[in-house]
């Protein structure tokens, strides 16, 4: 599966940003869905996961709460909400498609190229 990540830019502190995730081929539903980031000088790190079906959703713990991950299988999209961003959010942002997709990046086999997303201050 191929994905197109779209929908970062620059918000300020306290904004809210609405990322996509477009994926190309008929087995969209069959993949667990991903969202990491990976900040300048940082390794790339776990936002959250959805299951195929969405019946399984799990966030890091810095997100909690101000996060929300969905998907529509129907338009092959994957989606996240953001809000109440703060600057030290800014990242790029990935989407990552997994037979089993989980919160280690090994665990995915597909990944978008990056929206970046600028919180400023």
């Known amino acids: 599966v191929q994905l197109q990540a779209s929908g970062g830019g620059l918000v300020q502190a306290g904004g809210s940003l609405r990322l996509s995730c477009a994926a190309s081929?008929?087995?969209?539903?069959?993949?667990?869905m991903g969202w990491f980031r990976q900040a300048p000088g940082k390794e790339r790190e776990f936002v959250a996961r959805?299951?195929?079906?969405?019946?399984?959703?799990y966030y890091a713990d810095s997100v909690k709460g101000r996060c929300s991950i969905s998907r529509d299988n129907a338009k092959n999209t994957v989606y996240l909400q953001m809000n109440s961003l703060k600057p030290e959010n800014t990242a790029d942002y990935y989407c990552?498609?997994?037979?089993?997709?989980?919160?280690?990046?090994?665990?995915?086999?597909?990944w978008g190229q990056g929206t970046q997303v600028t919180v400023s201050s």
């Open positions: 990552a498609a997994g037979r089993w997709g989980f919160t280690n990046p090994g665990s995915y086999d597909s």
């Open positions: 959805i299951s195929w079906n969405s019946g399984n959703i």
């Open positions: 081929g008929r087995t969209f539903s069959s993949y667990n």
